[in-house]
């Protein structure tokens, strides 16, 4: 069957800013014919070596594996060498607008001060921890079972898409961030690993996993498909799993979660926010008040019951790790 190269005309809105020139960030405009075998990197190419030769970005392999060409399409954190600018227009239409993936970050247009990103990553020890031998007599083996355990997060290419799609980065400089987590869930699945302070320091509230405020959008991002999410939701089970959750809002609200699950077979959401937050519900209560009025709050004996208690029970119990 014949290939065809289909060509389209988009419109392009480009984010610029010079910290050694300007005070605010601009944007230029650009329109462009588009073909069908073109990626984004190939559009910021064009943008430099046809129209401005100032603009920059970094990139270096162009095969998805070094990380460093991340950018954001219309607000979406992308690898700019991986994704179709087919697969653009058909997601946002014609008209883009490229960004860094921060741009309070941007040092020069798409290029960013990822210098939290890699602080944040060196923080939980990203690196195996154990007494090694010197002059060992053989390589310490790792199992194919114990490898699989891993969950492919040695695959992370650091290109900081995840991280700068966050919500919770964005809104506190001091959380460890998604991609930090893989890091630290990685080593921490490791069978030669013997860090005494990687999960306790991921297990801190602020900076650690319990901040994540489960937006999956770390998964959306991810060009290595890695899951961030996953992995994070791994290190919840291993603190509960190993005694080292601490009681707060956040290990509350999963326990209380399977309370009610467990009790009713369905989610008692009052319940669920009352024994999350313990004393410090009162200051939901305005808000809480006006809820009832409306109608929103159901009253406990109002809640439906499972037919199915008995089966959702042995799923509780099979399952569940997260109790104190």
């Keep these: 069957m014949e290939h065809t190269i289909t060509t389209q005309k988009v419109k392009f809105k480009v984010f610029r800013f010079n910290a050694e020139e300007d005070y605010l960030p601009y944007y230029d405009d650009y329109e462009m014919e588009v073909t069908s ?95 090694v031998d010197e002059a060992p007599e053989m390589e310490n083996l790792v199992s194919p079972e114990d490898a699989e355990a891993l969950d492919e997060a040695d695959l992370c290419i650091q290109c900081g898409a995840c991280h700068y799609a966050c919500p919770a980065v964005e809104v506190n400089d001091d959380f460890f961030g998604p991609a930090a987590f893989a890091a630290a869930y990685r080593f921490e699945a490791d069978v030669r690993d013997e860090s005494e302070t990687r999960l306790m320091d991921v297990n801190q509230m602020g900076q650690g996993v319990w901040d994540c405020v489960k937006c999956f959008e770390c998964r959306e991002v991810c060009p290595k498909e890695i899951d961030p999410i996953g992995k994070i939701t791994k290190l919840h089970q291993k603190l509960f799993q190993e005694g080292k959750a601490e009681s707060n809002v956040a290990t509350r609200h999963a326990v209380g979660f399977i309370h009610s699950i467990a009790k009713r077979g369905v989610l008692d959401e009052g319940g669920l926010v009352l024994y999350s937050e313990g004393p410090a519900i009162v200051k939901h209560m305005p808000v809480a008040f006006k809820m009832f009025t409306k109608g929103k709050i159901p009253m406990p004996w109002q809640l439906p019951k499972s037919d199915n208690m008995d089966e959702i029970k042995t799923l509780v119990k099979s399952s569940t790790t997260a109790k104190f």
Aim: charged share 30%; glycine share 6%.
């Design 37 to 131: 075998e073109e990626v984004v990197l190939d559009i910021l190419n064009r943008i430099k070596w046809d129209h401005d030769g100032s603009f920059s970005y970094r990139r270096s392999c162009r095969h998805g594996i070094c990380g460093a060409c991340a950018i954001k399409v219309n607000g979406r954190s992308t690898l700019a060498c991986k994704e179709s600018m087919n697969d653009m227009v058909e997601l946002f239409g014609n008209e883009l607008v490229l960004e860094p993936l921060s741009k309070k970050r941007s040092v020069k247009d798409m290029i960013i001060d990822k210098s939290d990103f890699w602080e944040k990553h060196a923080a939980v020890q990203p690196y195996v921890v154990t007494d």
